[in-house]
């Protein structure tokens, strides 16, 4: 494997998925979702797959596929199964891959691990920071935590209108690059994710 870069936000729904497909067709990487809580027949794999138009890229089985759109602990719960670290095992591949996480970094996946837990210390760590009331203190908190496990993170990436007051600040107080932003988009096509392939590809990714 070259490199693995891990994909978390500031919360749920604040566009990981959307962000891991821009970035895997930027590398023309795999992609890989440990945990899949919810919506099985449109899962983020298959959204991803969707989105992206590159014919390297593999997209990898989820290590738990849960019915119910809940925190994974809960969701494995209802379909009685327990989820273990260390039964997730990280796909066998030379490419570049993509993981994206699920919620953000302190979702439990039991009652002693979390998401956080899936993250290694060599991964590129991307931020999806939403913008919503309170995004600044939960971006903030979010990288707090990543760096007081040791871990350096890759850059943040911000989805929504831009908010130039947020953006501004949570650059100065984190002092973590900032990458770029996806904005609200009629529709996400191949295209699209094309289009902001292409710009972070020649703006952020290139410099890093």
């Not at 997730?88 to 919620?103: C, D, K």
């Not at 979702?107 to 309170?134: A, C, F, M, Q, R």
């Not at 650059?171 to 289009?195: A, H, Q, T």
């Amino acid at each position: 494997m070259k490199e693995t870069y891990f994909i978390t936000g500031n919360g749920t729904d604040v566009g990981k998925t959307i962000v891991s497909a821009i970035v895997t067709e930027i590398l023309h990487a795999d992609y890989w979702k440990p945990i899949q809580a919810g919506d099985l027949a449109n899962s983020d794999t298959n959204k991803v797959k969707q989105l992206v138009s590159n014919t390297k890229s593999k997209f990898h089985d989820s290590a738990f596929n849960l019915k119910t759109p809940m925190s994974p602990h809960a969701a494995a719960k209802i379909d009685g199964v327990e989820i273990q670290l260390s039964s997730i095992q990280r796909p066998t591949t030379s490419n570049t891959l993509v993981i994206e996480g699920a919620g953000g970094l302190l979702v439990p996946l039991n009652t002693t691990e979390t998401v956080l837990d899936l993250i290694n210390l060599n991964d590129k760590i991307v931020v999806v920071s939403g913008h919503y009331l309170g995004s600044i203190n939960h971006t903030l908190l979010t990288i707090e935590v990543l760096k007081l496990r040791g871990f350096e993170i890759f850059g943040i990436i911000f989805n929504g209108v831009e908010n130039s007051e947020t953006e501004e600040v949570i650059k100065k107080m984190s002092g973590v690059p900032i990458l770029g932003r996806v904005d609200i988009e009629p529709y996400f096509d191949k295209n699209v994710v094309m289009e902001y392939a292409e710009k972070f590809r020649n703006d952020a990714f290139r410099k890093r």
